[in-house]
């Protein structure tokens, strides 16, 4: 589905052009043609490659969906693939923005994503001497956008390590926590699959030999990297404490099954003394004494009770009880 | 044994050929000759050897075949090693099919494996404009199917994950679920070992310096090392998951086994107390005045259940039964 | 707020200077200017913006705060970002000091952070052999005191440790130790946090190319990142620790339960042995001659007696009690 | 030992010559000597240096033994250590080769194993044109068959494996177990670090720059390289594997005690519950009515039994018993 | 405090010097000094500083002490850092050799070692042809002397590794062991940070780029890092093999746990039958013909026995007992 499709000049706002005119305008050296599809259907992408004259192998991994970040050459023109993460709930749902950047044009494709990027051409064409830099500046704001959509992630994330490590330190160990424990690892598995081979990809945008269009915005690309920086040691930090969460976890279950181990044990204590005192009065020796004593048999029953309370008084001191 | 043996001139197929004229056209410089064949006898490589000049040492690897996914270049000519992985059932298959391919030739040599590659040379033949390339294009066109079909066996170990992971969540843990889950780590292992070298080996097939004949098709061998680097982070996700899974599958045999504990106390407790009250009942003190009453014994029957009720109300409320 | 705002000439104080006047004395060529702001509001940071032509994407991290540590270059000038680490109390305190400099001035800002630097431009100005060296000399003397503020921090976190690995080794494992444990874990994790990357950093400021500015003092920043190696490795250390100390932990307490579970069963015997020989002799057969014994009831009570007496010394010998 | 020592001409056997006449040949420029001795005295060591004009650091390193595997360069003379692993029955045994490679000699000294390499010699002899290579072939030749006696002791390691994988999931769990696993991981210890150092040093024997005397050769030491790399990969893979199978196994005792717990607790309830309703019916309450019943014996018999049998189907179908 | 102060010409001792004409000698170009103190005074250090015109950064290393194993370049002059190992009967002493190495002037710093290095100088002085190197040999002789007296440490380390391991495979499991082996952890840690830093800078001694007046005697320093290299294999081979014994260890405690229980439950067996058995006969009902058999009693104590001896003969079969 197309959602726009603007040609500008000088980085100012030309007009909304047809998409069987934009080889027309690419053509122009002073142009530059920005489209933005979301989800399109084969036909589009066929339409698109042609009017843009894009490499087969990247029309096909468009076509094909789920790739890995990337940032492909190919020519003077580049490939990007930008993993989109969105939370749905505590649902991580995963999308991805795939740019075509050449000379004088920009191809947006967003794919399973719910959140747009209108923004981001609202702002740029309030910056005309920014979006002067023509294609290599929006795909900067692309990406600065992108990368920015990440922060939010990572602090629900965090959110739930931290519900989780008050499940951990404040109940008894339970199914919940452990599967909660998994759910959120699988999220953070996810989000370093995406941040981490973008950190890797941008950092190639800046330093040494960088793509040409490029070559004027390298601070900017470099501030992008260094966000991603951040996002992947935000998102270590996240998986080291929930790595340390689970073998906490682990440690108090064991803990708290010996705790109950000596608890019961403590509770059998009182329960076996008194039986063994009773077995011990209803044997049937003729020759008894304590069992014609007018008062044995409340006698046993002091006993019983005082040797309970003497063992009571003492799992209480040893924090059996 | 010969699958096939076809001469091309310009991307064109010229025609069938016998082997023993192999050396006479690999001479011609406008041909390339393509040769396939599977599980070859010792005597089929002697000749194969002879009639490509192939170095000793390349084919005493295909002899013994069992190699490490490998790309070595013997001056202009390379011997190029790519381990086959096949679903035969829930087993992991493997093969291997090994590569020479210089200026005007390409021989491949299939072994331990099922599905044969006819169809990489019918779609090749169909499109002459990129079979012109020559050797490097069927290369790729091998190396890229051999590729692609590692997608459905990295799938197929995904879906063991889920089942396990799902009877790990929602039954008791069994021994089953632990051989499963060594099973799947044996068989991540085995594609890990093929995937990680061949992801390293098509590595130098573009970028920097290349070997001669792959030198025009660095975007296709680039795209291949994408499908891989995917496909290694889909492997390096299955086998963090796996891990993630089996540390949660211990923690809930542990969890488990404290449940178990609690509640098997509980039930002792519950007949526990009712002997140790028999007990004291069956003492045979000669002044035990309940004895005498008429109504005794139900009400010692009465304060069992209501003692033993009481601690079933406990234990539920415990959450122990 | 501004702490100090001063111009200096060939390493000597020249004179305090008012806010709006700094971009007068940075035009020349023989002075540098020595701004010192702390948690600065908006508008402040932009009034300095302006005052020292800063660059937009550095004053962005500047407001936005909670960068990590970093050492950029824009243009001929730097941006570093040095994290503060303070212990308050058993509580670690993390803020930054942020660092603009260019040839003739140095722009800091402190956020977060309770302890000042005034004494560092005290023993800057005591030595104007050094200062003489300008924005680069007085950078290093910033830096060089953040990291050896970081000492103590690692020095507490090692006395931590200590008393932990005492309390394991000495009292029976509780949950105030593995808690304990992991509040200095998640400590660990922060510093490391904020020392790793500073150490990358810094290694680029001697050696090979490194940043105009600061060329001739490199003597001085291989220092401070032999000072940031030596605390890396004290906190590599740390963790280290803290990983065997867990799994100690975790045997000992494993190890304790089985200990407890084997006195346990102890005593049980010396309770379930007397038991079974009272229900012997509870038994009603009419025939049991040791029930007309006259001494029948004491010799009963002495087996009983001498079978625990054996056990109990058993059980000692075996260390089970 | 002196076991060999004769002199080549283009690649053909001239003569066994005497050890003391070694230097006059080796100044022939058309010639080379190959020398093989096995646990040297150390007067024989010091004879052979002064011969071969051997560089002392070198020569100590020899006559200490227990060297890391390594090829160093003395000027335009290799001296290269081999670590040689012998399968002893089930114990693993380690020797060395150390071969010091110059211009127009091989010098070639066994320590600590049993198989000797007079094969190879034989081997080199029957092959004139390769042997015209000089000491670099005879080096490759003898780093060939070390590596390649290497496979059968990995294999062995292998079959170990197998065995206790076996012993894992079909017994219960036993220390012999853990104690094979325990040597085994020594064993595959012992081995990667004789493997792995070996694997990086001769890396340095093709590709970049290499010693002056292996440049003819550099396929066949990138043979060996790569035969190492394959050895290295099933390395990694047993001791990935024997990580897996510990882990398996300490699940699986885990797992076991629990299933031990639940058997016991079912026995246990079959014994308690009969005995509790005995100690009813032996309690000596005055108005008991079930007592006089004439099939009132039985009949509590009975309920016993009934009791234990529900009990039992239910264990049975809950898979306790 | 001093401990030598000697001149060298040409390799050989020239005469004892007082301190304050270091300078004197330094400046003479054929000669050169050998200065070793130990645990020198801040007032010493500062002489030395003027006689040898040390760079102050180096110093203020030396004054603090506890430096990380390191070497620096300052101009053409070398400081270097080399920790010192001793075992203090199973205690680990760590104290630092510290050398100040120019042209022709070389000062050693010993601190906090029993062990001293006057053997270096006697040995160095016994090979003039080598000490004409000058203090880069010496440089070289103490690195190597300091670096062997590191294998002993190893040896002890290992020494205590294998009586752990005996403990662990022969007695039960005691917190005797878990301490050992936590200790001796600790110990591995140490001297890994000891070794580990030393080879990366030893490193540097050798190969590419040198320090100039290292220049000559490169083959001696790769020497040395060859030992370190050994030095560190063994120590990471000790801290596998730790890592492995730890984990033996918790398998073992795990099991025996394990076999605890079910000894324990069979013995509960033995007990808890005939106490059914005798709660039966211990029951009240009027028609219990067995209680009126002249041989009940006996028969009911043989069926105790038949039972107990049949469950013994059982868990015997099943090792449980």
Tied chains: 1, 2, 3, 4, 5.
């Excluded at 043609?33 to 066929?46: I, N």
């Excluded at 794919?111 to 910056?127: N, P, W, Y």
């Excluded at 920015?148 to 994330?157: G, I, Q, S």
């Amino acid at each position: 589905m197309l959602v726009n499709c603007v040609a500008y000049q000088s980085g100012v706002r030309l007009e909304d052009i047809r998409p069987q005119d934009i080889s027309d305008y690419v053509q122009r050296p002073d142009c530059f043609v920005w489209v933005a599809v979301r989800d399109p259907l084969p036909a589009e992408l066929d339409a698109l490659q042609e009017e843009f004259s894009l490499h087969e192998l990247a029309v096909e991994d468009a076509r094909h969906g789920h790739q890995r970040p990337k940032i492909e050459e190919y020519g003077k023109s580049l490939f990007v693939v930008l993993p989109i993460m969105e939370m749905n709930g505590s649902e991580l749902q995963l999308g991805e923005l795939m740019v075509f950047a050449g000379e004088n044009y920009i191809l947006s494709i967003r794919q399973h994503a719910e959140h747009g990027f209108t923004d981001v051409r609202r702002r740029a064409e309030a910056e005309p001497e920014l979006l002067r830099h023509g294609s290599a500046y929006v795909l900067y704001a692309l990406m600065d956008t992108v990368v920015d959509r990440y922060f939010p992630v990572v602090d629900a994330l965090d959110d739930e390590i931290v519900a989780i490590e008050k499940n951990v330190f404040a109940d008894v160990p339970s199914r919940a926590t452990i599967e909660a424990m998994y759910a959120l690892k699988q999220k953070l598995l996810a989000v370093k699959h995406a941040a981490g081979p973008l950190l890797e990809a941008t950092g190639k945008l800046y330093g040494g030999r960088v793509p040409q269009i490029c070559a004027g915005l390298q601070d900017y690309f470099r501030d992008v990297n260094d966000h991603l920086l951040r996002l992947n040691q935000s998102i270590d930090n996240l998986r080291d404490t929930v790595t340390t969460v689970t073998s906490v976890n682990l440690a108090l279950i064991t803990l708290q099954e010996s705790e109950v181990t000596k608890r019961l044990a403590a509770y059998a204590a009182l329960v076996a003394v008194p039986t063994m005192v009773a077995g011990l009065y209803g044997m049937n020796f003729k020759n008894m004494p304590e069992l014609s004593w007018p008062y044995g048999y409340p006698l046993a029953l002091l006993i019983m009770l005082v040797i309970d309370a003497y063992l009571f008084y003492r799992f209480r001191k040893a924090k059996w009880l």
